[in-house]
């Protein structure tokens, strides 16, 4: 495994423990949420969208939520290019999907008002409302 994404792995539980999510925007300029964001653009330079998107499938300390995020704001995938590990998928309805699964719920109102605001973006931005 590359060290980065073993990097990214470890950041992602740090900002769990540290009570740092994913479109907790209040939280963007701090030092933590700028370092994953960072990682993860680096990553996607080093060993391609494809792979990075892969991280869709982790389901602790959000793992999925933050790459997909990243994959969308940043990596900049094609509206027709298949996610590997899913073999149906588009990469960005994979990522979209696993955002809007409810796993971030019991987060407070306005993160999950935040979420719900980035996802109309995002989905503007791919043309897929």
Not at 24 to 43: M, P, R, T, V, W
Not at 104 to 113: F, H, M, R, S
Request: hydrophobic share 35%; with cysteine; charged share 25%.
């Amino acid at each position: 495994m590359n060290p980065k994404t073993t990097d990214f792995l470890f950041g992602c539980k740090n900002l769990y423990i540290l009570g740092i999510h994913p479109f907790d925007f209040s939280k963007s300029d701090s030092k933590e949420y700028k370092a994953i964001i960072e990682l993860g653009k680096q990553i996607i330079q080093e060993i391609g969208l494809q792979k990075f998107a892969s991280f869709v499938g982790e389901y602790q300390y959000r793992v999925g939520i933050w790459s997909s995020m990243i994959t969308l704001d940043y990596g900049k995938p094609d509206l027709n290019e298949i996610l590997e590990i899913s073999g149906t998928n588009t990469i960005i309805s994979a990522c979209l999907d696993k955002i809007e699964q409810n796993e971030i719920n019991e987060l407070p109102t306005g993160i999950i008002a935040n979420k719900k605001n980035w996802i109309k973006k995002i989905k503007t931005c791919y043309n897929t409302v």
